[in-house]
């Protein structure tokens, strides 16, 4: 015998006209990043929310966080409810902020409209969607069973899209993802409704400069040519880094396909005389440039570490000090952030897994992240590895125009979420009584 759990995905599909409401509400509120808009209006508006149903509630505010100002203040909330028996505490991370309008879109991009069963908006499906279908399966699972083991956690957190350091990593260095305070993390990122997102690569991001001798344009021999330096260094990656990074491949199961490798983007390049502004029409002098800078963004595999991804590029640059007349560069690390894998056999990797195939009648699809989430400060600073991301939507539209979510995407995922708390919050009919 195992745990009825009929009435709980009747009792969800009931909700589907808050769910909508709820979803349109959190849309409305437009928490554009940057510069951090609206973070209280959103946290105020959940705090509401869940304290009606229950929850105790703390605003926490990320003092000195990056961009957090009176102007911008970096707000989040975290709800807690604890049930009627000492067990464990299942947590909902979700990010509140979105990222830019951008151009292309045909609907409201703050309106939440319905068409065809989704709904559209900046932030639909990265995340609020998936927010919303937290609130609505831990609202659900609370009245079905209300005296559950455990707690239950919500939190929605400012900055992911720009880091995550005035939300996650703020929280977790106050101890907010302790593993004796938590003990499960869901991360409801758009990563669709049958598969679980293990973890993300790594990212190292890094700015290079070459430096030269200023002269006049005329007599380029006279000076030292900072681009051509640069010239010379991105050769050296086209000619060794490219092929070897494209060679190296990932057990991790990171989509789409062409991230199981380790990838490179060289983000900008400036050299020479600034850009002029956009009022001057005038002519460019004629300069010998003494600098040159690029910026690259590697991302890495689970199989190599920093210091080798690092260690890699500077002993480009070295080759090219010994072999290449003049060549002098500099390199600055901009940030870093390490792989995150959590293990299959993981407690909440194994509950969601049984959820999907119960309530969806599928095996999951195991995948991770070629671009890097909130899970990294839950794994490095917070130290729990128990944490995966699961949640509605299509990856592919996150930041795009017209982003939307499905309405009955997101109430397949609350019911994997309510039944995956019934898993971990309720005594299993084969434990001892
Ligand atoms: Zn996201």
């Known amino acids: 015998?195992?745990?009825?759990?009929?009435?709980?995905?009747?009792?969800?599909?009931?909700?589907?006209?808050?769910?909508?409401?709820?979803?349109?509400?959190?849309?409305?509120?437009?928490?554009?990043?940057?510069?951090?808009?609206?973070?209280?209006?959103?946290?105020?508006?959940?705090?509401?929310?869940?304290?009606?149903?229950?929850?105790?509630?703390?605003?926490?505010?990320?003092?000195?966080?990056?961009?957090?100002?009176?102007?911008?203040?970096?707000?989040n909330i975290v709800a807690h409810k604890s049930g009627h028996h000492p067990g464990e505490c299942v947590h909902f991370n979700s990010h509140t902020d979105v990222v830019e309008v951008g151009l292309g879109w045909t609907f409201d991009p703050f309106g939440g409209e319905i068409k065809d069963g989704n709904i559209y908006g900046r932030g639909a499906c990265d995340m609020k969607g998936g927010l919303a279908a937290s609130i609505i399966a831990a609202e659900a699972f609370i009245a079905e069973f209300p005296d559950f083991h455990g707690s239950i956690e919500i939190s929605g957190t400012a900055d992911e899209e720009s880091g995550g350091y005035g939300g996650v990593a703020y929280l977790a260095e106050k101890g907010f993802f302790a593993p004796e305070r938590v003990q499960h993390v869901i991360i409801p990122e758009p990563l669709h409704k049958d598969r679980i997102c293990l973890g993300h690569r790594g990212g190292w991001w890094a700015e290079i400069e070459t430096f030269g001798e200023i002269a006049h344009g005329s007599m380029p021999f006279l000076g030292d040519c900072a681009v051509r330096h640069m010239g010379a260094v991105i050769d050296k990656f086209e000619s060794d880094l490219y092929p070897a990074m494209a060679a190296r491949r990932t057990d991790m199961p990171v989509v789409p396909e062409g991230a199981r490798s380790s990838t490179m983007n060289i983000n900008s390049i400036h050299g020479g005389q600034a850009e002029q502004a956009d009022d001057f029409d005038g002519l460019p002098a004629h300069c010998v440039p003494d600098s040159?800078?690029?910026?690259?963004?590697?991302?890495?595999?689970?199989?190599?570490?920093?210091?080798?991804?690092?260690?890699?590029?500077?002993?480009?640059?070295?080759?090219?000090?010994?072999?290449?007349?003049?060549?002098?560069?500099?390199?600055?690390?901009?940030?870093?952030?390490?792989?995150?894998?959590?293990?299959?056999?993981?407690?909440?990797?194994?509950?969601?897994?049984?959820?999907?195939?119960?309530?969806?009648?599928?095996?999951?699809?195991?995948?991770?992240?070629?671009?890097?989430?909130?899970q990294k400060h839950i794994d490095r600073i917070g130290k729990l590895s128990n944490c995966i991301a699961y949640g509605p939507g299509i990856l592919e539209m996150a930041h795009k125009p017209d982003e939307y979510i499905g309405i009955d995407d997101m109430i397949d995922s609350a019911k994997v979420m309510a039944h995956s708390l019934t898993q971990l919050l309720l005594p299993q009919p084969n434990d001892p009584a």
Not at 58 to 74: I, T
Not at 317 to 332: A, G, Q
Request: charge should be negative; hydrophobic fraction near 30%.
């Open 292 to 374: 040159c800078r690029i910026v690259i963004d590697r991302r890495y595999l689970d199989e190599e570490s920093h210091a080798e991804v690092e260690g890699e590029v500077r002993s480009l640059l070295d080759d090219l000090s010994t072999n290449r007349e003049n060549f002098r560069y500099d390199m600055r690390e901009l940030n870093h952030v390490a792989p995150s894998m959590t293990d299959r056999g993981a407690p909440v990797v194994t509950t969601v897994d049984r959820a999907i195939q119960d309530v969806l009648g599928k095996t999951p699809d195991y995948v991770a992240s070629p671009g890097t989430y909130d």
């Open 1 to 75: 015998m195992s745990i009825d759990t009929d009435r709980l995905m009747t009792r969800i599909e009931s909700m589907r006209d808050d769910l909508v409401q709820l979803t349109q509400d959190l849309i409305r509120i437009p928490t554009l990043n940057p510069p951090g808009e609206n973070y209280r209006e959103i946290c105020d508006y959940l705090d509401k929310r869940l304290t009606r149903h229950g929850f105790d509630t703390q605003l926490v505010r990320a003092h000195g966080a990056p961009g957090d100002s009176d102007k911008y203040p970096r707000w």
